[in-house]
């Protein structure tokens, strides 16, 4: 079973990327990984109500984490260009910093269709994680007439 994701947006003020939140929310280990910068800028906006200063980040990514989720092996891949945003806000009069990810493409694979929309769910109530496109795919395993 596969589950492709497409212009994912990740907000967080908690965590500074959905693989972080894998990591230390669902024990899932990073088993590979290559990323290279591409662009980094950063600015201090002076007149905005809100932001005080965004930090962007562009790069290429090839990351793959492993986990268990509903007792179902679940890899997660994530493919292509990233986009990394640390926005600094005031509230209250004190610094926050909310974390902005844009990812091109992330691919779950489990055995467990279940397992994909169960975790699919909770990232979607836990994070409000935003998916512009998303793609079933089913694989039939070994199985013998």
């Known amino acids: 079973m596969t589950l492709v994701l497409r212009d994912v947006v990740f907000r967080s003020i908690d965590y500074r990327s959905l693989e972080e939140f894998l990591v230390e929310r669902y024990g899932f280990n990073r088993i590979e990984g290559e990323e290279a910068v591409t662009a ?5 906006i002076v ?7 965004e930090i962007i980040t562009r790069c290429s990514s090839t990351e793959i984490y492993e986990g ?4 179902a092996r679940v890899v997660v891949e994530f493919f292509g260009d990233i986009v990394r945003e640390e926005d600094i806000v005031k509230v209250d009069g004190r610094p ?7 990812y091109q493409m992330i691919k779950l694979v489990s055995e467990s269709g279940y397992a994909l929309q169960r975790l699919m769910e909770q990232l ?4 409000g994680l935003h998916v512009g496109k998303s793609e079933w795919a089913f694989h039939r395993s070994g199985v013998e007439a």
């Open 40 to 44: 980094s800028d950063r600015l201090r």
């Open 47 to 53: 007149e905005a109500a809100h932001p005080v200063e």
């Open 68 to 71: 268990r989720f509903l007792d």
């Open 96 to 102: 926050v910093v909310v974390y902005v990810v844009r």
């Open 124 to 127: 979607s109530v836990s994070l």
